[in-house]
């Protein structure tokens, strides 16, 4: 069973940073795609951004230029540094696993909470 677990979120104010970070217990050659998703309360979730195997990037228009995307190249980890962050990057954060063979993996979320 393949585990996908996100550490750093919390409580940080308007204007702040914080790191996000996930591990999964699978093998980075296996791995296709990694990313970042987010659900705010009543709202569907969305990506945020998201990271290929060679290394590839894209981001949700409405947090270009603050956030920044990056991975370990020897293994299944991933990382989100969120700067300038506003209150409505508040949301619980959700990383994705996506292999070559199509299976999906996602971990049980962490919260960011961004008020003064």
């Known amino acids: 069973q393949v585990q996908v677990v996100e550490s750093g979120g919390g409580l940080v104010q308007p204007g702040g940073s914080l790191r996000l970070s996930c591990a999964a217990s699978?093998?980075?050659?296996?791995?296709?795609?990694m990313g970042w998703y987010r659900q705010a309360p009543g709202k569907e979730r969305e990506s945020v951004a998201t990271?290929?195997?060679?290394?590839?990037?894209n981001y949700a228009d409405s947090v270009k230029g603050r956030f920044s995307i990056s991975r370990d190249n020897t293994k299944a980890t991933v990382f989100l540094q969120m700067n300038s962050l506003k209150p409505e990057d508040t949301a619980v954060y959700y990383c994705r696993v996506r292999e070559w063979s199509s299976l999906d993996y996602w971990g049980q979320g962490t919260q960011v909470t961004v008020s003064s």
């Open positions: 990271i290929t195997s060679g290394g590839n990037t």
């Open positions: 699978v093998s980075i050659f296996r791995v296709m795609v």
